[in-house]
Nanobody, 126 residues
Framework: QVQLVESGGGLVQPGGSLRLSCAAS????????VGWFRQAPGKEREFVAG????????YYADSVKGRFTISRDNAKNTMYLQMNSLKPEDTAVYYC???????????????????WGQGTQVTVSS
């Protein structure tokens, strides 16, 4: 069956960096667009970043643009989220997800994504 497993979360001070990884199995990873979402306590899940199945197009939420970078390594069936200049408001559970969409843009609606990881906690605090 399909599995997405996130890793790399943790506690970091404001201004620090973390790199999240998401290892996929049970699917042809290169055929899927991928995205990262997050959910903070008491808030709705929100889109963070995504990359098309081709890897050519990326899209970021305004709140993370210029600080976060999404990437994928199809040879390793893995996607990444490099998070720099972290802020306390970045604190959330981060989820990776896959989208079977073959268009040349990134979809941001969570309901459009097919498979999800279990989430990894990111806490930004001094």
């Amino acid at each position: 069956q399909v599995q997405l497993v996130e890793s790399g979360g943790g506690l970091v001070q404001p201004g620090g960096s973390l790199r999240l990884s998401c290892a996929a199995s049970g699917l042809t990873f290169s055929r899927f667009a991928v995205g990262w979402f997050r959910q903070a306590p008491g808030k709705e899940r929100e889109f963070v970043a995504g990359v098309t199945w081709s890897g050519r197009i990326t899209y970021y939420a305004d709140s993370v643009k210029g600080r976060f970078t999404i990437s994928r390594d199809n040879a390793k069936n893995t996607m990444y989220l490099q998070m720099n200049s972290l802020k306390p408001e970045d604190t959330a559970v981060y989820y990776c997800a896959t989208d079977g969409f073959k268009g040349n843009w990134v979809r941001r609606g969570g309901s459009l994504y097919d498979y999800w990881g279990q989430g990894t906690q990111v806490t930004v605090s001094s």
